[in-house]
């Protein structure tokens, strides 16, 4: 197959999780011998992506809006040649020109496409007005034309036809995955600023979703009781870190509080391997591939029941809370209570993820669903 797969950026300090499951998808798509070609805006550092994509044709837009992400009007004949020397079109996220105009020569030349909202359709934060003014004029349309909507769990698939761009589509749940071998390379050495004991890691952006002033909080509480213990947040700052500062200084608590900034892949690996736990604390998320990267490296995970890991919550893997202070702080104390106890927590959440959501397994479940869509 001819596969366009299509995000609107495909760096992943930029991106995030879309760019990641986006380039790992085209990835393992490539290794499984289909064409594949990866359209994308030419935003931010792409050093990091070229030896995942070498079997990959990766086609850069020039971008006139970089904040709306909007290609240049002179690069919409390569969107349409993309499309048009296609088998099919995945597209990823949702409030993106590249997607629309994507779709508009998809339906042109009768190409097939799916859309991954991955979390995306819900309006909140900042451009309210203009998130609906884009769904009434261009999304919405998008969407209800696909062949496919991709989602990444019941939850956003329950979400989904709630919405009212929901006019029947055929529905697909496939979640994100895992590439174990980007966690077997030998742990590099970097000059990270990392505590010599014990510390509880939060890896992501620090902003309201991701819950960062929350598990400060959480900390905070049990800091007294476990006066070894340290946090380290490592992530790229979107506006909480000065608070986060303020209280911890204003608590005492600025010696055990760290601030690494966004982490390439070899930094992210070593933080995860010296941490005692991983902790995410989102308020929201369709799914955390936080939660995978710590459990395919065998550390006790603790997450939110607003993470998007129903499986993990139905089978008992890994310590689930409320988005709340007190009970991430009751799961905290759970791992700290016993090494035992934090041991098997690990080790069961390691063998779940590598048995349910390795990418090996999650790119057969597109392939299906590509071929039935196609043949």
Not at 102 to 114: C, N, Q, V, W
Not at 339 to 363: G, Q, R
Request: proline letters at 3%.
């Amino acid at each position: 197959m001819k596969i366009l797969c299509i995000n609107n950026i495909i760096d992943s300090k930029l991106g995030g999780g879309t760019a990641t499951r986006t380039k790992q998808l085209s990835k393992f798509l490539a290794e499984k011998s289909h064409t594949v070609e990866l359209l994308s805006l030419n935003m931010g550092d792409l050093e990091d992506s070229k030896e995942m994509l070498k079997r990959v044709k990766v086609t850069l837009l020039k971008t006139i809006n970089e904040r709306f992400y909007f290609p240049a009007f002179s690069d919409f004949h390569k969107i349409e040649s993309s499309v048009k020397e296609s088998d099919l079109v995945h597209m990823m996220n949702h409030w993106t020109f590249i997607n629309i105009v994507a779709g508009y020569y998809a339906r042109k030349h009768s190409i097939p496409y799916l859309v991954c909202p991955a979390g995306a359709l819900r309006i909140f934060g900042r451009s309210k007005i203009i998130k609906k003014i884009f769904n009434f004029t261009f999304g919405n349309h998008l969407l209800r034309k696909a062949s496919s909507i991709i989602l990444i769990n019941k939850d956003e698939a329950s979400e989904f036809k709630n919405n009212i761009c929901y006019e029947n589509q055929v529905i697909s749940i496939i979640p994100n995955g895992i590439d174990q071998e980007n966690y077997r390379l030998n742990i590099s050495t970097t000059t990270l600023d990392l505590p010599s004991d014990k510390f509880v890691l939060f890896l992501g952006r620090l902003n309201q979703i991701k819950g960062p002033d929350i598990l400060f909080n959480s900390f905070a509480s049990v800091s007294a009781k476990f006066p070894e213990l340290n946090l380290v947040f490592a992530g790229p700052d979107e506006g909480l870190k000065s608070m986060i500062e303020k209280q911890a200084s204003m608590l005492g608590l600025s010696d055990r509080v760290y601030f690494t900034g966004f982490l390439d892949i070899d930094s992210k690996r070593e933080v995860l391997s010296k941490c005692t736990m991983l902790v995410i604390p989102s308020r929201k998320e369709a799914m955390s591939i936080v939660v995978l990267e710590g459990a395919v490296l065998k550390k006790p995970v603790v997450f939110t029941n607003a993470c998007g890991v129903d499986d993990f919550e139905l089978n008992n893997i890994g310590i689930t809370t409320e988005v709340s202070v007190e009970s991430i702080a009751k799961g905290i104390e759970k791992v700290l209570s016993s090494e035992i106890n934090a041991e098997k927590i690990a080790l069961d959440a390691y063998e779940f993820t590598i048995k349910h959501y390795s990418w090996n397994s999650v790119v057969e479940k597109h392939i299906q669903l590509f071929e039935k869509i196609i043949y």
